[in-house]
């Protein structure tokens, strides 16, 4: 297989506006994050995807763009931007910006003209729509709930947004929407930064007249496009976020003949603990079988043509540790194990803010105290619907995403040591028992466990490469597989739950221990005590 710098790379997901604050207004900052690159150099990470740092409106904490060559003055400067490019790079920290390109905010210039008159120059940058019997052209609805649709006074249009009626969708159909796409990309290209992760890139090819939003006929050829006249020929990270990849669309994505991106974040694992057919509020206990049915099937699906994304978490899913680990009693031993049976995958991984520490939900006990919007229309919608308050408010401390953006917690002190004013959103008051400065000088954290996993990667060709094997598929507690390459064989044992679990090798696995990993002290043999994992190699 072709090798790539981002085969072996462990990418680190920020959110700016909760990573840390150097100023004291309540928001993350970029010279908060310049402030913390030691602890991200020790953590062992190359690559920082940031979320967005573009002038915004924030009716989407920043997925609402107003501007894409500039940066949003909460967070500093262009300047600040390209000091934080250049420190990154001496660390040999490569940037990835978050790239929106399937909306802006309404307070975009573009949109404000579009919406001024039918012949403006810029009324085709956006899907604009007469009303059909007086409604909706349609009954698309919004991921933020409600019609996609929203009238507009001004011209007796309606415009499209499949997400807050902030955010409405650009019409990639107009060829000069795709070139200020690619200009705006190449600014950043040809100011240092390490690539993109593009936001709900599987949306851009929509057919609007056919209710094709996903997954629209003109996607991968819009992806070519871009390739093209942008990062085609330059070495960057490219991932798309792609709610709805099947290992057929991610090999187009992510083919090695290298015509579209690196790779992509597919979730269908991510889904597994929702009720089928129903979204994500509609909570269904996880089913550890299906789990590693899913995740499996996408360790081999590529047969070396094709790459995968790792992950666990990110800035609009709820804690890992309080969602498959146990994050009272064993917090520790879960949020490890499910780091090493993560890591010990092939793909590249992806730690979000905050992971690496076991940080965990939180349970607000004020809607008020909830700042996003995804969260809030929900609420409305079904609370309308006759929901009950209780019955909502468990859904949110499920899977709401704020339960991702309370501040970082750096140390003991005030506000998490996150900031000296007063945090946009408050932070999760067991930050006095899980902060950075807790762990980063303890050999058994869970800090030095993910810095232990990222160096293993480094070191081991037989993580970045080596064939996955799943054994027990239908162990109902246990997660184990092989990687193997050459003479190398890794052996990763995950216990899921936390009783003891008897375990026995399906066959004898040959050579001796190079080296091993666990959450433990010790290991016993054949038996995973609760949420042990390990992780060894047979050389
Ligand atoms: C996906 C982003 O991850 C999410 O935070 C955002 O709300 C939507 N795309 C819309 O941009």
New binding site residues.
Partial sequence: MNRKWWHRSVVYQIYPRSFYDSNGDGIGDLRGIIEKLDYLSDLGIDVVWLSPVFPSPND?NG?DISDYKNIMEEFGTLKDMEELLVKANHKNIKILMDL?A??TSDEHQWFIESRKSKDNPYRDYYIWRDAVDGKEPNDLGSVFSGSAWEWDEITGQYYLHL?SKK?PDLNWENPKVRQEVYDFMNFWIEKGIGGFRM??IELIGKEINKKITSNGPMLHPYIKEMNQNTFGDKDLLTVG?CWGATPETAKLYSNSDGSELSMVFQFEHISLDQIPGKDKWDLKVLDLVDLKRVLSKWQTCFDNNGWNSLFWN???LPRIVSRWGNDQEYRVESAKMLATLLHGMKGTPYIYQGEELGMTNVRFSDLSDYMDI?TLNMYRERFNQGYSHEEIMESIYAKG?DNARTPMQWTAELNGGFSAGTPWIGVNPNYKMINAKNQVNNENSIFSHYKKLICLRRENDVIVYGDFELLFPNDENIFAYTRTLGQHKLVVICNFYGKNTPYKLPYELNGKKAWELSNYDDCRENLLRPYEGIMYLLA
Avoid: G, I, T
């Fill in positions: 989407d997925y929106v399937n909306h997400f955010q936001d709900v976020e990110n800035h609009d995804e995403r």
